[in-house]
């Protein structure tokens, strides 16, 4: 069994192009590596795929740094999907992700760019998403961001974020963590032992709410019955 982490980095379609179409974005890159039986990376793979509709948003060059000119010659998204499977190969895999968007994505392309290709519903039937495993082995309702659970796994974060290959390594970096108990649960040990406090007036909230806001991206105040302080998400 194979155990393939993927990630994706995608361009808005523009009004103008969009219209009436249902599709709202466009991959153009996929990272993704694979792992034997035992989480060790054995190989990895990039590609860009070029879009149909319009340039590159200029939000997303500065987020990805992917630019028209890297997409020149790259395969459009059948081309692309079908060399991607060929690399999968033919054998049973487990596949995962830093949440469920990657497969809404491959699913919605799909459809709308009428792509037949077997690798959509090999995916979506062996889908794994890890960002909820992961916060469900510590123990919390909140979804954290990637960098932060690298951060928190006193790891340093490869390559550059948002870009698709390097955001697959440092998921399979936590995901081979995370599948040996007794090595999570050491180098983890600092963040468990936070997130276990389960005390009725001394929750993590309120013990450490700087610590928790930079896991999952909020900000929080004061929220104890003498205050009418709120939640507030971060800008």
């Known amino acids: 069994m194979k155990h393939i982490v993927i990630d994706l980095e995608m361009n808005k379609i523009a009004k103008q192009f969009r219209g009436n179409y249902k599709l709202s974005s466009e991959i153009i890159e996929i990272g993704a590596v694979r792992m034997d039986e035992t989480f060790q990376v054995i190989d990895t793979y990039q590609t860009y795929v070029s879009p149909d509709f319009g340039a590159m948003d200029p939000r997303i060059i500065e987020l990805t740094g992917i630019t028209d000119a890297k997409l020149v010659g ?17 054998e049973p895999a487990q596949f995962y992700s830093w949440s469920m968007s990657d497969i809404r994505q491959f699913q919605t392309e799909a459809d709308f760019k009428e792509y037949g290709g077997k ?38 974060f490869t390559g550059a974020a948002h870009t698709a290959l390097a955001d697959a390594v440092n998921t399979a970096e936590i995901l081979k963590l995370s599948k040996n108990p007794e090595e999570f649960e050491q180098v983890m040990k600092p963040v468990l032992d936070l997130f276990r406090i389960d005390h009725k007036d001394n929750t993590l909230l309120n013990m450490c709410p700087d610590f928790f806001a930079s896991l999952t991206g909020e900000e929080y105040e004061d929220t104890s019955k003498d205050s009418t302080k709120k939640k507030k998400k971060r800008k």
């Open 74 to 90: 790259a395969p459009k998204f059948s081309a692309a999907m079908d060399a991607f499977a060929r690399w999968i190969g033919m």
């Open 119 to 156: 690798i959509i519903r090999k995916m979506e039937n062996n889908w794994n998403d890890f960002q909820e495993e992961y916060s469900k082995l510590l123990g919390i309702e909140k979804k954290i961001k990637l960098k932060q659970a690298v951060s928190a796994a006193d790891y340093e």
